[in-house]
């Protein structure tokens, strides 16, 4: 069993439904998407325009899904999706792409370009054309449980930290509670302050909740590299243990394609529609807050900004209720200029940052991001995505600019009020 | 043959028309008149005016033979529509007009021995006038003392100086040439192509157009300046809807509806009515008829594109220019249908690829990622 | 052929024959993409898809303030154009006229004057809007025979009709059997190419919007 290009011919053709088609016969080639992805502005090559990314699809849509296509197909004249050509565009699917759906929010016709990409990444994975960190990542994933190869006895470890530190019990496993919290490998390894964070407010709160040892990690790689059956495997062990545990909801903590793919794709990928709900954490705090149950005792004094995650604001849905619950922690904030679904990414989400080859353009175009943070000149950047956290702090050294990331998590934790 | 001089008016057969004029008690002054009238309707200098006076009058009136065919007559009844003794009339006096069924004494074979002698003796110089279409289908369906239009017309042709075709029938086929032309109708033009060629083209054409462009062969022995079709550029140069008096409720969007509304009674356009007038080119909207009386538009009658080719099979009169002849709607209907159950077999098709594909998709893993 | 021969074909047959083509081609591309459907959406919605579909298909037509200032000529050139086609096609006495015969009614017009300047804006903007084509970086790398045909189909019409209207050139009945004759090739060209788009971004619109909308982002 290995990758061929009848697979992803094939894989291609699986994707095509009434969407791509109606997006495919309305693109005007207009280029207003080009302008609108980071990964073009920054760099200035137009072969990275978006619609341009999905050009595999459109050409398996076009000979193989319209009538003058296939009549051309008889004719011999279309245009070959063959190794060679899956092997050019690889870099401009995966490399130059974080599916941000900024482009799909500028389509004068109404496209959602990123979507295109998506179902692009289908098709090239099985014809063995994505990335080898990607390759990695999910293989891991799968194998290990998490794509950093994070096993429950690290989390065990960090749980105990925050145990010690707090004084309070990380429940674990517990049955019939409210809350299932996931975590994304990146947190556990770089950020257990957000394991910390999430135990103080929901015992001030009052909330029931639990870590699954069995199923914890929220990133899909999956969806990352493009593959539905993985990324279906990979939401079934949450599934699982969900449905084991009798949770009400499960949360999706501080990453942004974890939410996608367990919020938004999650039913559809296992054919089934789930017997809990998902919520994002900052879903569930802006609840809490419109409850009265996340009370603040002080404020942060730095002037701040927020940095939307793009698959948790944009292409998640949730825009205001950070900005709810930054409201209760400051009283210094400001927007940055294109913001709320209309930020721009930050340009390592969608695998990116899983692909070394990436590295070099991941930096580059973060110059977008510098360009809205020089414009406003904050104390602080408050995030909700691990990802884009660790990848913002890159691009800020690599600038020598000293402004710190925060989680709007750990924030509202920081300034907790006792009582 | 030549002993029957009484065909020939009244006048010495080689006069000239300045005796002919005199002995008829036509003054001086109409005279000039009408030559000043035919110098501007020619668009000619006022200063040609003289010279147009002593042609005419110094003209030996030139022999015309005039040949109707498949015609209506109507022609030569616009022509003739003389209630008084108009200026238009006074060209029968300025040629000898040998020949012509309806303004004839004559008949029989008679008739035609004074066309013989008339085509003999100024063999080579006679002005031949032709209204009517020739039929080319049998020759059978219009015949002179036996003899086919097309014969009599080539026979004709052979000793004119040149020939002008009047009325929209000559000169391109007209009403017996409309769609399905059962006598194979065919104009002057297809069948002579060695002489020059004049067409007059109007059903009718306006009567000083016709006095016009002869007046032009006579004095200046030569045709006028003819469009891409054949006719004198001094009257067909224009369109009517670019000389129409009604033009600017065109251009305001104030268009009669129908024969009788509002509009209709104010003076409106009539392009809804389906006037031709932005196709046809003519001199009515200028010169008029009837001495200036009036023309279609202006008694409330969209303009039917006579002088154009064709006019008849030009998708109806009422019908404006902008809209389509045939029932496009119905059309529309019938293609939609007919895609529909395209659409839904090619729809079929695509879901039967997409299950297909849907079927033989084993599932990806891990191992699947590499080559 | 005469030159009434030829109108009067170009307003006969031609015309039916294009609207064959047409008609027949947009219903045969529409059915294409919509029975295709899309999988039903298992996952809990937070808004609603149809409101907000609707919503973007109106609502897409204006750019956010950063992509217009990124792409202010092809907005500006490719807006002015469509309205001035959308003026020109809807609201010139003739074509007017057109319409009511195939479906029933028509509307006032606006005098023939203000027409004339809406044609020759377009004109102008279409010509800006090639020029743009084919320096601008982006869209020059995107450009294919395609894009050169569906600009040269959609400004002959204009340029034609233009010149019918003035009578510039030959005489006035070949200029508008040229005109209509322009639209039919326009109207032939059409379900092939991405003028579909003027149709199909509706659909397009609306799911982009209805996608957004189901997870609570208004597109």
Not at chain 1, 157 to 173: C, M, S, Y
Not at chain 2, 137 to 148: L, V, W
Not at chain 2, 332 to 350: E, H, K
């Amino acid at each position: 069993m290995s990758a061929s290009i009848e697979k992803g011919i094939n894989a291609l053709k699986r994707q095509v439904d009434s969407t791509v088609a109606a997006f495919f016969s309305s693109c005007v080639h207009c280029g207003l998407c080009a302008e609108a992805c980071l990964f073009y502005t920054e760099t200035g090559d137009p072969k990275r325009t978006p619609i341009n990314k999905a050009e595999p699809l459109r050409r398996i849509w076009k000979s193989e899904f319209t009538l003058m296509g296939r009549l051309g197909k008889m004719l011999g004249l279309t245009k070959k999706v063959d190794d060679k050509f899956l092997e050019e565009w690889q870099e401009l699917v995966y490399d130059s792409c974080t599916m941000c759906g900024r482009c799909s929010m500028v389509c004068p016709v109404g496209n959602d370009i990123a979507l295109m990409i998506r179902k692009t990444r289908e098709g090239m994975a099985a014809a063995g054309q994505a990335p080898e960190g990607l390759i990695g990542a999910t293989t891991r994933a799968v194998t290990i449980g998490s794509p950093m190869g994070v096993k429950w006895p690290a989390l065990r470890a960090q749980i105990r930290h925050v145990e010690e530190d707090t004084g309070l019990k990380v429940p674990v496993d517990v049955e019939g509670v409210e809350y299932m919290l996931l975590l994304s490998s990146m947190e556990i390894m770089n950020f257990p302050e957000f394991i910390e964070a999430v135990a103080k407010i929901f015992d001030k709160a009052g909330v029931t909740w639990t870590i699954s040892s069995e199923a914890f990690e929220a990133t899909n790689s999956g969806i990352q590299i493009g593959v539905s059956d993985i990324a279906a495997e990979l939401v079934q062990r949450i599934v699982d243990v969900a449905e084991k545990l009798k949770v009400k909801t499960v949360i999706s903590p501080e990453c942004g394609h974890a939410y996608t793919a367990i919020r938004w794709d999650g039913p559809n990928l296992v054919g089934k529609a789930f017997n809990f709900k998902v919520r994002h954490i900052l879903e569930v705090l802006d609840e809490l807050r419109k409850d009265g149950r996340l009370k603040m005792a002080s404020k942060e004094s730095q002037k701040l900004t927020y940095h939307d995650p793009c698959q948790i604001s944009r292409r998640g849905g949730v825009v205001d209720e950070p900005r709810n619950l930054i409201d209760i922690v400051s009283d210094d904030f400001v927007e940055m200029p294109d913001t709320g679904k209309m930020n721009w990414c930050c340009g390592a989400g969608g695998g990116v940052s899983a692909n070394e080859r990436a590295d070099e353009i991941r930096l580059k175009v973060f110059e977008r991001k510098k360009a809205q943070i020089d414009a406003v000149k904050p104390d602080a950047i408050i995030s909700a995505c691990s990802n884009c956290r660790i990848h913002l702090e890159d691009g800020l050294e690599e600038y020598n600019m000293d402004i710190p990331l925060l989680s709007l998590t750990e924030t509202l934790a920081e300034h907790l009020a006792d009582d | 043959m030549k002993k029957d001089l009484s065909i020939k008016k009244a006048v010495p057969e080689k006069g000239t028309l300045g005796e002919a004029l005199s002995s008829q008690g036509v003054s001086r002054r109409s005279f000039m008149k009408f030559c000043a009238t035919t110098a501007s309707m020619m668009a000619l200098p006022p200063s040609m005016i003289p010279m147009i006076a002593r042609a005419m009058e110094n003209a030996r009136r030139p022999s015309v033979i005039w040949l109707s065919f498949q015609e209506c007559t109507g022609c030569t009844e616009s022509l003739t529509r003389a209630h008084t003794s108009t200026i238009e009339s006074l060209i029968f006096d300025s040629i000898s007009l040998d020949y012509h069924h309806t303004l004839q004494a004559a008949a029989g074979s008679a008739a035609e021995a004074a066309r013989e002698a008339a085509m003999e003796e100024n063999f080579g110089n006679y002005l031949l006038v032709v209204d009517g279409s020739i039929p080319l289908g049998n020759p059978g369906y219009s015949t002179i003392a036996g003899i086919s239009n097309l014969d009599m017309l080539t026979e004709t042709a052979k000793g004119a100086a040149a020939i002008i075709a009047v009325g929209t029938c000559a000169t391109y086929g007209g009403i017996p040439h409309a769609n399905p032309n059962p006598t194979g109708a065919v104009s002057v033009k297809d069948i002579i192509t060695d002489k020059p060629i004049i067409n007059v083209p109007g059903c009718p054409p306006i009567p000083v157009v016709i006095t016009g462009v002869l007046a032009h062969y006579l004095t200046f022995g030569s045709l006028p300046d003819l469009d891409h079709i054949g006719r004198p550029k001094a009257f067909y140069g224009q369109s009517i809807h670019d000389r129409c008096y009604r033009r600017p409720f065109y251009d305001k969007g104030q268009f009669a509806e129908t024969f009788d509304d509002e509009g209709a009674k104010k003076g409106w356009c009539l392009y809804k009515l389906g006037c031709k007038g932005p196709t046809t080119y003519n001199a009515c909207a200028t010169t008029k008829w009837n001495n200036g009386t009036s023309f279609p538009i202006e008694s409330g009658h969209p303009c039917i594109g006579c002088s154009e080719p064709d006019f008849w099979d030009g998708g109806g009169f009422y019908k404006a220019l902008s809209m389509p002849t045939e029932n496009l709607s119905q059309t529309a209907v019938y293609a939609a249908a007919g895609a529909a159950a395209a659409g839904a077999v090619i729809g079929a098709m695509n879901r039967g690829k997409k299950n297909t594909s849907n079927k033989i998709h084993v599932k990806t893993t891990i191992e699947d990622l590499n080559k | 052929m005469t030159e009434i021969e030829l109108l009067s074909w170009a307003r006969g047959p031609g015309l039916q024959i294009a609207t064959v083509i047409f008609v027949a081609g947009v219903v045969i591309r529409i059915f294409e993409i919509l029975v295709l459907g899309r999988k039903a959406n298992l996952a809990e919605a937070k808004g609603s898809e149809m409101s907000s579909g609707l919503r973007t298909a109106v609502a897409r037509t204006i750019p956010d303030r950063t992509t217009f200032r990124r792409s202010s000529v092809t907005i500006v050139s490719g807006y002015i154009f469509h309205i001035g086609l959308f003026v020109i096609c809807f609201f010139s006495a003739p074509h007017i006229l057109f319409l009511k015969d195939i479906i029933g009614f028509g509307w006032p017009s606006l005098p023939t004057p203000v027409i004339d300047a809406f044609a020759v804006v377009t004109i102008i903007a279409m010509i800006a809007t090639l020029v743009n084509r084919l320096t601008n970086k982006v869209m020059r790398y995107l450009t294919n025979f395609e894009d050169l045909l569906t600009w040269f189909v959609t400004f002959l019409p204009v340029i034609t009709g233009y010149i019918a209207f003035h009578r510039i050139g030959f005489t006035a009945p070949s200029l508008l059997a040229i005109h209509i004759l322009s639209v039919e090739l326009l109207l032939i060209v059409f379900p092939f190419t991405k003028l579909m788009h003027a149709f199909t971004l509706f659909i397009a619109r609306w799911y982009n919007g209805a996608i957004s909308g189901y997870k609570g982002v208004a597109s």
